[in-house]
């Protein structure tokens, strides 16, 4: 086959829209109401990260933290399986990740709702292991 | 927060059997921040919220807006615009309207 046919003429297009695609998927996932927005905030000590969540409360959220990263979920509510009578596994039904371009203290993150937007601050982790060593003389 | 510039939140509008419930979203506004005012049958909310981006912060992703919310809605007739209330929490603002009690029954002429 002619190696000319190979080339798909949508591929430019493709390209294009992939160029995007973080961005479409961001609004085609917020149209649809499945994460909500944030706003992130950065200065050389800590990062801000503002959750939009109206109607919503510390119980109905669930925030988890990595070194370089802090994970947010709803927190489904407790049902039990009709049957067994156990606490039924139940599905976050939207969760969302935002790595993080420094570690953070885990110690000192603070999480406080305010009419409906979550505020969570991120302290950067003191810097370990590199010392810098003035030399004399 | 720009003062001027006001958008329009997102508000649900239920019908129930004595009642209508209307749920404003105004994510950011206490209320204190929140006003509420009806003349006739028209209902309009505005808000004035004063937020500032965290001071020394670079804002790095924006994907909802800081801004102060206007809307007015035209109650149904039915709407007893006496009978309203209002709360705010967690940034919904809940009204509920009664609905007028009619208590004659209607007569219709018959021509």
Redesign the interface.
Known sequence: MNTLMNINPWSILNDLLDANSRAFR?MRA?AAGRFP???????DD?I?VDV??????AKDVELSLEPQAVSIADRPAETTDAETGKAAETQPAWSRRLELPFRVDADKVNAK?????LRIELPRAEKTGVRRIAIEG | MNEEKYIVPTATFQERPEDYELKILVPGVGKAEAELHIEGRTLTLKTHAKYQNPAGFKQVASEFERANYAMSVDLPEMADTAALSAKLENGVLTVTVKKRVEKQAKKIEIA
């Open positions: 961001n917020r927005p944030v706003n992130v905030y950065l200065d800590a801000i939009e969540l109206p109607g919503k409360t709702f305010a009419n409906g937007i």
